[in-house]
Every structure is written in C-alpha cells, then in structure tokens.
C-alpha cells in the first residue's frame, strides 16, 4: 500500500491547489478517460482473478480483483466534482487504455484492496494518490531523459528540476498533495542547491 501512514495524510487532499489539468484538455477528452481508465482497473481485476483461482487458498487475490471491479464501477457511476480534475491530470499518463503512468502506479493499482476491504470512500483517495505516483513516475523518466513523457501531471519548477537531473527523496512525493505550491517548490530549491553545491537549509531539505 503507498506508504501507510502518510497516504491518509496524501489522500486528505489538503493542499489548496487541484490536480494539474493537461493543457487543451476537452470534454470529449475527458469522457474518453472516462471510458477507458474503468477498463485499465477491469483489466488488472480480470488478472487477479485468475491469480485467485490459481491460489484459491490465498483470499488476497480475491479481495483484490473485487476491490479493482469495485473501482470500475465507481468511476462510471461517480458524479463526484473531483472526479473530472483527477481524470484530467491522470488523461496524459493512461497509454490507449492499458498502461497508467509507470512502475510505481503499476504496483499501487495492482496491490488495490490486495490483503484488506476496500470501501466506496477509498476509490476518490486512491485516484488521487494515483495523480502524485503519477507525476513521480513521469519525473523520473523526465529526469533519466526518457523521450514521449506526459508532463500534465508536474508543476513548471519540477519540470525544471527534471532536465536539470536533480532528484528528488522520497519524502518529496509522499507529501506533494500534502504541502501548498510555495512549500512545493521551495523544497524543490532546496534539492537544486543541494546539487549544485552546498545546502541553503531549507526547511524541507531531506
């Protein structure tokens, strides 16, 4: 599970500021995420299914494939407000439907419910837990200088910072939908100075 303890705190959504939409982001757009992003969670159920069958002993995979078939249903039934800007910051990172962001969304999305009950009020926390794996996803092949990357999902200074190879601690990403923007990037300075040459202090320097 992505970090116990502190996605409570990501899932909260303190932070003032919404999810990052991609630009030229339209309706038609959206309802296309809409449709497909259901069936990137149907697929992974349909393999955890199969893995419950194969390990019937195993109640996890089962837990896991209801709690992913639960997910789908959420989305095409959700009229949640939210709901539209977490699908527009997650539009640039789902790949014809059958790959969201990279490894580490993979293994949030395929570990969903795996060994514990999944409620209706933890679908909108993990879409939005989803949005920052996301953008650390797309930081590090940003970073690794990877080409084709979707960029929707990260602040200007961490784009910044990506194409100058600085990177980030995982304290960084665990708290992004926790700080405000200014928090944001001056930590971001923070790690910039840090590679660059000595430390300036900043509060969250790790």
């Known amino acids: ?4 303890g502190v996605a409570a705190r990501l899932s909260r959504w303190v932070t003032d500021d919404p999810p990052r939409r991609p630009s030229g982001l339209s309706p038609a757009t959206t309802e296309r995420t809409h449709i497909e992003l259901p069936g990137y969670f149907r697929s992974q159920a349909q393999w955890r299914w199969f893995k419950a069958k194969r390990y019937p002993a195993d109640q996890r995979n089962e837990q896991s494939a209801r709690a992913l078939d639960a997910l789908a249903g959420y989305l095409e039934d959700c009229d949640e407000p939210e709901l539209a800007e977490l699908l527009g910051a997650l539009e640039g990172h789902l790949f014809e439907g059958a790959m969201l ?8 999305v395929s570990r969903y419910g795996y060994g514990y009950e999944v409620g209706a009020s933890q679908h909108l926390s993990l879409l939005r837990d989803l949005v920052h794996l996301c953008a650390w996803d797309a930081y590090e092949h940003l970073r690794e200088g990877a080409e084709g990357v979707s960029l929707a999902a990260l602040n200007d200074f ?7 190879g600085v990177r980030f601690p995982k304290r960084y990403w665990l708290y992004r939908g926790v700080w405000s923007a200014a928090e944001l990037e ?8 840090e590679a660059t040459g000595p430390s300036r202090g900043l509060s969250h320097a790790a």
């Not at 599970?1 to 116990?4: F, Y």
């Not at 962001?101 to 949030?108: D, F, I, K, L, P």
Request: glycine content about 8%.
């Open 1 to 4: 599970m992505w970090e116990a």
């Open 101 to 108: 962001g990279g490894e580490r969304t993979a293994r949030e």
């Open 158 to 164: 961490e784009l910044a910072a990506a194409r100058a």
């Open 186 to 193: 001056q930590a971001v300075e923070s790690y910039r100075a």
